[in-house]
C-alpha cells in the first residue's frame, strides 16, 4: 500500500502525537521512563517527516510527466520546509511539556541512548539523529549551548540499501539506438515522446563520438553505469551515469529530458566533469531522486565530479542536514590536514557580513555584524534577524543556477585554536550578540557557509582578457537568471558576485535582496538635460531601480568590458526587460532556465517543408 500523504497528516500531525503521548508523562515521575517517551515522540515526529519527505519526488516526477511546473516549484519548496516546520512545532511543545529537557542537560543522554535503539538498524539513522539534535538545537535556541551535528561515537553504521542503486547496460562500440532507448527508459516516464527514435539515433551518434574522442575504436566494450532512477528539478529529468572503456577509463555522462507541448525528448548529453556541475549545483533547486539510497547517491556524484565537496552532492540531491554534517565535518579535516587558521576572507570587507576563510579551504563562512558599518547604503539597519531572513529566503528559492546556497548552523562551537587571534577579536567585538568565546571555543548562535569563490573584481584584476571577457558575460546572465526566479539584488555591485573554477559567476551576499516584484522600476531616459525639478518617483517609497544607471553600480572599471556586458545584455539597462519580468512572474509563469552548456544540446536537422502539390 503506498503512502497516503493526507491520511498521515491526519493521523500523525506533531501536534497530536506529541499532545498524546506527552500527556502520559504526567502520571510518570521515573527519570528513564519519562526519557523513553520523549524517544518515542520524536522518533514517530520524525518517522512521519521522513515518509512524507521521501514521497515528493514521486510527485515531482508525476508533475514533469503532466507538465504541471507551478506544481514542481510548490513541490520543491514544500521539501524544504517540511524540516524547519516539524521541528518549530515540535520544539516548543516538547519544551513545555518535559522542562527537563531544558534544565538538565544529562537528560539528553538517557534521550539519546533510547532514541538509538529506535533508529540504530534504520537507513536514515542519520538523518534520524539529526533531526532529534535539530530538536534540542530549537530547545536551546535563546541559550549559549553548543549543539553536536553529529554522534559524539562518531558516524553511525548503516545497512545496504534495499534495492540495487545501478544498473550496467553493455555494449560495443559504435553505440547503438537500441542500447539509448534501453537506458532512456530507466525513468520509466508515462509520457508522450515526441520522437524517441530520432533522439535515440542522434544520442547513439553524439555519445559514439565523445567515446571515440577518448581513444576508443569500433568494436571496444563499452559499459553504460546508470543510476536506476530519475534525477528532477523545474522543467527537467535527467539520467545520471558513467561510461565504462576497458583501457580507456571512465567518464561521466548525464543525459537532460525535457516535456514540452510535443512530448518528451533528449535536449542535451553532457559527457565531462565540469558539465555536470552546471547541472548539480548547490546555486539551483535540490534534484528530487526517485531512489531512496542517498548515501550511494551522493558517493556515485562524487566519484563523477570529484571537484565538488561531498557534502555539496548531499545537498544537491536535497538531503540538506546530511549535507551540513558532511560540510563542517570537511571543514574541520582541511584545519587539521592543513594546519591553516581561519581570517578574514579575500576582496571586499562587508558592511553587513564578516566572511573568514583558511587559505586552501573549499569554503567561506560568514556572521551577520550587530550593526553594519559606517558604509551601510540602505538607511536604517533591520537587525541581525532579518538579514538571516534573507539568507534563508535564497535557500528556500529556486535558485536559478545563480546564487550560493547557504547552509546555515545555529548553536555550534568551533575550537578556538582554530581562529588567528585578530580575527576573534573582530567577530566578538563586531558582533557580540552572535559569537562568545565559551571555554576553548568560539561560540555562534548562527553561522552561514558557502562554497569558495573568487570575488568578481579580484578576478578581473588578474584575468586573462578572454577570461575576463566570459566573466562579465556570464555577470549578465546571472543578473538574468536571478530574475527568473523573482531575486532582485538591490545592491548591483561587483563586489558582491564571486567566479567559480568553471567561470560561472554567482550572487553570493544577500542582505539586499528581495522580490523583483515588489521593485519599482523607473527610468529618467526622456528628462531634458538642465531639467530641475525632481521626478515623480522621488517620492515613492520601497525599492527603486533605475535599469540606465546600471553600469555604475556594477563597478566594472575597464571600458572593454562595460562594452562587452552592453553588447551581450542590452536589455538589461532597459525598463521593458524588467517589466516585462515582472508581469510574467505576477501571472505565475515559471521562465525557463537551461543549467548546462547550450553547445551540449542535441544537434537536429530542420527537415525542408515539402510543398503541396
Given at each position: 500500500?503506498?503512502?497516503?500523504?493526507?491520511?498521515a497528516?491526519?493521523r500523525?500531525?506533531?501536534?497530536?502525537?506529541?499532545y498524546?503521548a506527552?500527556?502520559?508523562l504526567d502520571?510518570i515521575?521515573?527519570?528513564?521512563?519519562?526519557?523513553?517517551?520523549?524517544?518515542?515522540?520524536?522518533?514517530?515526529v520524525?518517522?512521519d517527516?521522513?515518509?512524507?519527505?521521501?514521497?515528493?519526488?514521486?510527485?515531482?516526477?508525476?508533475?514533469?510527466?503532466?507538465?504541471d511546473?507551478?506544481?514542481?516549484?510548490?513541490?520543491?519548496?514544500?521539501?524544504?520546509?517540511?524540516?524547519?516546520?516539524?521541528?518549530?512545532?515540535?520544539?516548543?511543545?516538547?519544551d513545555a511539556g518535559?522542562?527537563?529537557?531544558?534544565?538538565?542537560?544529562?537528560?539528553?543522554?538517557?534521550?539519546?541512548?533510547?532514541?538509538?535503539?529506535?533508529?540504530?538498524?534504520?537507513?536514515?539513522?542519520?538523518?534520524?539523529?539529526?533531526?532529534?539534535?535539530?530538536?534540542?538545537?530549537?530547545?536551546?535556541?535563546?541559550?549559549?549551548?553548543?549543539?553536536?551535528y553529529q554522534?559524539?561515537?562518531?558516524?553511525?553504521?548503516?545497512?545496504?540499501?534495499?534495492?540495487?542503486?545501478?544498473?550496467?547496460?553493455?555494449?560495443?562500440?559504435?553505440?547503438?539506438?537500441?542500447?539509448?532507448?534501453?537506458?532512456?527508459?530507466i525513468?520509466?516516464?508515462?509520457?508522450f515522446?515526441?520522437?524517441?527514435?530520432?533522439?535515440?539515433?542522434l544520442?547513439a551518434?553524439?555519445?559514439?563520438?565523445?567515446?571515440?574522442a577518448?581513444?576508443?575504436?569500433?568494436?571496444?566494450?563499452?559499459?553504460?553505469?546508470?543510476?536506476?532512477?530519475?534525477?528532477?528539478?523545474?522543467?527537467?529529468c535527467?539520467?545520471v551515469g558513467?561510461?565504462?572503456?576497458?583501457?580507456?577509463?571512465?567518464?561521466?555522462?548525464?543525459?537532460?529530458?525535457?516535456?514540452?507541448?510535443?512530448?518528451?525528448?533528449?535536449?542535451?548529453?553532457?559527457?565531462?566533469s565540469?558539465?555536470?556541475?552546471?547541472?548539480?549545483?548547490?546555486?539551483?533547486?535540490?534534484?528530487h531522486?526517485?531512489?531512496?539510497?542517498?548515501?550511494?547517491?551522493?558517493?556515485?556524484?562524487?566519484?563523477?565530479m570529484?571537484?565538488?565537496?561531498?557534502?555539496?552532492?548531499?545537498?544537491?540531491?536535497?538531503f540538506?542536514?546530511i549535507?551540513?554534517?558532511?560540510?563542517?565535518?570537511?571543514?574541520t579535516?582541511?584545519h587539521?590536514?592543513?594546519?591553516?587558521?581561519?581570517?578574514?576572507a579575500?576582496g571586499?570587507r562587508?558592511?553587513?557580513a564578516?566572511?573568514?576563510?583558511?587559505?586552501?579551504?573549499?569554503?567561506?563562512?560568514?556572521?551577520?555584524?550587530?550593526?553594519?558599518?559606517?558604509g551601510?547604503?540602505?538607511?536604517?539597519?533591520?537587525g541581525?534577524?532579518?538579514?538571516?531572513?534573507?539568507y534563508?529566503?535564497?535557500?528556500?528559492?529556486?535558485r536559478?543556477?545563480?546564487?550560493?546556497?547557504?547552509?546555515?548552523?545555529?548553536?555550534?562551537?568551533?575550537?578556538?585554536?582554530s581562529?588567528?587571534?585578530?580575527?576573534?577579536?573582530?567577530?566578538?567585538?563586531?558582533?557580540?550578540?552572535?559569537?562568545?568565546?565559551?571555554?576553548?571555543?568560539?561560540?555562534f548562535?548562527?553561522?552561514?557557509?558557502?562554497?569558495?569563490?573568487?570575488p568578481?573584481p579580484?578576478?578581473?584584476?588578474?584575468?586573462?582578457?578572454?577570461?575576463?571577457?566570459?566573466?562579465?558575460?556570464?555577470?549578465?546572465?546571472?543578473?538574468?537568471?536571478?530574475?527568473a526566479?523573482?531575486?532582485?539584488?538591490?545592491d548591483?555591485?561587483?563586489?558582491?558576485?564571486?567566479?567559480s573554477?568553471?567561470?560561472?559567476?554567482?550572487?553570493?551576499?544577500?542582505?539586499?535582496v528581495?522580490?523583483?516584484?515588489?521593485?519599482?522600476v523607473?527610468?529618467?531616459?526622456?528628462?531634458?538635460?538642465?531639467?530641475?525639478?525632481?521626478?515623480?518617483?522621488?517620492f515613492e517609497?520601497g525599492?527603486?531601480?533605475l535599469?540606465?544607471?546600471?553600469?555604475?553600480?556594477?563597478r566594472?572599471?575597464?571600458?572593454?568590458?562595460?562594452?562587452?556586458?552592453q553588447?551581450?545584455?542590452p536589455?538589461?539597462m532597459?525598463?521593458?526587460?524588467?517589466?516585462?519580468?515582472?508581469?510574467?512572474?505576477?501571472?505565475?509563469?515559471?521562465?525557463?532556465v537551461?543549467?548546462?552548456?547550450?553547445?551540449?544540446?542535441?544537434r537536429?536537422?530542420?527537415?525542408?517543408?515539402?510543398?503541396?502539390?
Open positions: 500500500m503506498g503512502y497516503n500523504r493526507d491520511l497528516r491526519e500523525l500531525s506533531t501536534e497530536a502525537i506529541s498524546a506527552l500527556s502520559e502520571a515521575k521515573e527519570r528513564d521512563e519519562r526519557a523513553r517517551i520523549i524517544a518515542k515522540i520524536v522518533f514517530w520524525f518517522d517527516y521522513y515518509q512524507r519527505s521521501r514521497h515528493i519526488p514521486f510527485e515531482v516526477k508525476a508533475a514533469f510527466e503532466q507538465r511546473w507551478p506544481s514542481t516549484f510548490r513541490l520543491s519548496r514544500e521539501r524544504l520546509n517540511t524540516y524547519s516546520l516539524t521541528i518549530e512545532k515540535l520544539g516548543p511543545v516538547l518535559c522542562p527537563e529537557l531544558k534544565a538538565d542537560e544529562t537528560f539528553w543522554s538517557d534521550v539519546e541512548n533510547h532514541y538509538f535503539d529506535l533508529i540504530r538498524d534504520r537507513y536514515e539513522a542519520d538523518i534520524a539523529f539529526a533531526f532529534l539534535h535539530s530538536v534540542r538545537r530549537k530547545i536551546y535556541a535563546d541559550e549559549w549551548r553548543p549543539v553536536e554522534p559524539r561515537s562518531g558516524p553511525l553504521r548503516r545497512p545496504p540499501p534495499a534495492e540495487a542503486v545501478t544498473l550496467t547496460v553493455p555494449t560495443k562500440l559504435p553505440v547503438s539506438p537500441d542500447v539509448v532507448k534501453q537506458i532512456l527508459g525513468a520509466k516516464l508515462k509520457a515522446w515526441r520522437d524517441i527514435d530520432e533522439d535515440a539515433r544520442t551518434e553524439m555519445l559514439t563520438k565523445a567515446i571515440e577518448r581513444g576508443a575504436v569500433a568494436g571496444d566494450e563499452v559499459r553504460f553505469i546508470m543510476v536506476n532512477a530519475g534525477f528532477y528539478r523545474n522543467r527537467g535527467y539520467l558513467r561510461i565504462a572503456v576497458p583501457g580507456r577509463g571512465v567518464h561521466p555522462l548525464t543525459i537532460a529530458l525535457l516535456n514540452e507541448v510535443k512530448g518528451v525528448f533528449v535536449d542535451a548529453v553532457l559527457t565531462d565540469d558539465d555536470l556541475q552546471y547541472v548539480f549545483s548547490s546555486t539551483l533547486a535540490n534534484l531522486v526517485t531512489s531512496p539510497s542517498y548515501h550511494e547517491l551522493a558517493q556515485f556524484l562524487f566519484s563523477l570529484p571537484k565538488r565537496p561531498l557534502g555539496l552532492h548531499y545537498s544537491t540531491i536535497g540538506n542536514h549535507g551540513k554534517v558532511a560540510v563542517i565535518n570537511e571543514i579535516r582541511e587539521r590536514r592543513m594546519g591553516e587558521r581561519f581570517n578574514t579575500v571586499f562587508g558592511t553587513v564578516i566572511g573568514f576563510s583558511m587559505p586552501s579551504s573549499k569554503y567561506v563562512l560568514k556572521i551577520i555584524r550587530d550593526t553594519p558599518t559606517e551601510y547604503k540602505w538607511g536604517t539597519f533591520d541581525v534577524d532579518a538579514v538571516l531572513d534573507k534563508r529566503f535564497v535557500h528556500y528559492a529556486d536559478a543556477g545563480s546564487m550560493l546556497d547557504n547552509i546555515i548552523y545555529y548553536n555550534i562551537a568551533l575550537e578556538r585554536e581562529f588567528a587571534p585578530e580575527l576573534v577579536e573582530e567577530l566578538v567585538s563586531a558582533a557580540g550578540a552572535t559569537v562568545k568565546i565559551v571555554g576553548d571555543n568560539v561560540f548562535r548562527h553561522l552561514i557557509v558557502q562554497p569558495k569563490m573568487i568578481l579580484v578576478f578581473l584584476e588578474t584575468a586573462a582578457p578572454e577570461e575576463a571577457r566570459l566573466a562579465v558575460i556570464n555577470l549578465g546572465f546571472c543578473i538574468k537568471n536571478n530574475a526566479a523573482n531575486v532582485f539584488n538591490k548591483l555591485d561587483g563586489r558582491n558576485y564571486g567566479v573554477p568553471i567561470r560561472k559567476v554567482y550572487l553570493f551576499d544577500y542582505d539586499a528581495e522580490p523583483l516584484t515588489g521593485v519599482k523607473r527610468t529618467n531616459v526622456g528628462r531634458e538635460d538642465g531639467e530641475e525639478d525632481i521626478p515623480d518617483w522621488f517609497e525599492t527603486i531601480f535599469p540606465e544607471e546600471m553600469m555604475v553600480g556594477l566594472i572599471d575597464d571600458r572593454e568590458l562595460r562594452r562587452v556586458f553588447e551581450y545584455h536589455e538589461l532597459s525598463m521593458d526587460y524588467w517589466q516585462g519580468m515582472q508581469r510574467a512572474l505576477e501571472k505565475g509563469l515559471v521562465p525557463k537551461r543549467s548546462y552548456p547550450i553547445g551540449r544540446r542535441l537536429r536537422t530542420v527537415r525542408p517543408k515539402v510543398a503541396a502539390g
